[in-house]
């Protein structure tokens, strides 16, 4: 799973340090306002200011968010932007387990933001549902070509990101935006003959 940036990420703990629905809804928050106190968090969120504060330490501990300039007493936090790559690596034992499990995890989070967006299509302008696109491809690649497959959506969507921390930057109209894609081989079925398994007749 990849982030907007390049640093790779391998440690089963950091990673799973990310893996809790309220802390990617908090990532989520953050990098829609620019910055928030846990008390505005709880606000959005629905959660307790004390749940939203043990979960935003957590994600501070891990290098995820840092906090932000004070205003008087109060403690804002923002993304730590910085480029992430988070995937296993085969010499980082648990590494495999702890992407999987935050993978799956991101593909429901994401999968309820386009249910809610669904739900309220009928609100929306016609040019913004011209412009969404839920797509779906079956290719044969090898391992290499997946991998400049991936990179190519990735540069496609580098020139946008300097928007997200820069609101000069975004012109008239522009709305914050989600993409969310996959690139991966279908899963590996055991043959049921190598298996052992036999059908009727």
Sequence with gaps: MSTHDHRSI????RIRALAHPTRL?????LHERG???ATECSRRLGESVAS??????MLAKYGYIEPAARRGREKPWRVAHGLRDIRPSPEVTGSLSAVTELAALVVLHQGERLRRFLA???????SWI???TIATAEV???????????????????????RTT???KRPPGARRSTIFATVNPDPIVPDPVETGERGDG
């Design 10 to 13: 391998h440690d089963p703990e």
């Design 25 to 29: 809804e908090l990532l989520d928050f």
């Design 35 to 37: 910055e928030a106190t």
């Design 52 to 57: 939203c504060s043990f979960h935003l330490r």
């Design 120 to 126: 309220g299509a009928h609100r929306e302008d016609d």
């Design 130 to 132: 011209q412009a969404s």
């Design 140 to 162: 044969w690649l090898t391992s290499d070509e997946m991998t400049e497959l991936s990179q190519a959506i990735q540069q496609l969507a580098n020139p946008y990101y300097e």
């Design 166 to 168: 820069d609101p000069g």
